[in-house]
């Protein structure tokens, strides 16, 4: 997780907690500042990069074989974690799981729906070079040998939603199979003027 909200990161923290139940997991924090507080599987580096650079740098120090992407104002939901890693195991590792997610209060109901997460429905993704049925991947499940396949993300991307989408692409010209899921993984705080 690239992380700079500091207040946050005791409730993301119990919220893969939850939604991991007796799995094996970890959480590693990437920014500038320190946690305050120390709990089993928490990591941190500190690093005064960009969010997709942060990223980069908690994937190459972890150590799952799976991994799921967030941010420090989003929460995941209970057992989601836990229920679709017993899903992805039972594919090819070249196979993601594409997990929903809710912006604070706007629209919520917009993006749990499946459209949301085809990029041709997205006017500022839309290019010639994308085949219409492409989706996007902004968290879920992915097998570490799949994102290490593909180079992982491209830091030249300052934010995590363009390198996510680079990533996205990437992993479908890269021949990956995406399952859209029905489930919400995170609920996030962000939204205009929050």
Known sequence: VPAIRVTEWKK???SIAESCGDIEWELILVGPYAPTFEKPNLGWIQDWGCP????????????????????????????VLNKNLQEIKTYDYKTIIIGKFVEGTIAPNYMKG??????QNHDDARSPYFKKDFKIFMTGLISRKLLMEVGGFDCRFE??????????????????????????????TWSPGN
């Open 114 to 119: 499946d459209f949301y997460y085809y990029v």
């Open 52 to 79: 997709s650079r942060c990223c980069q740098i908690g994937v190459l120090q972890s150590k799952g074989d799976y991994l799921s992407f967030g941010w420090d104002d989003g929460w995941f939901t209970h057992n």
């Open 12 to 14: 993301l923290y119990n």
């Open 159 to 188: 934010t995590m939603g363009m390198s996510l989408l680079d990533l996205s692409m990437r992993l479908q010209f890269h021949g990956c199979y995406m399952i859209l899921g029905n489930d919400v993984f995170i609920t996030c």
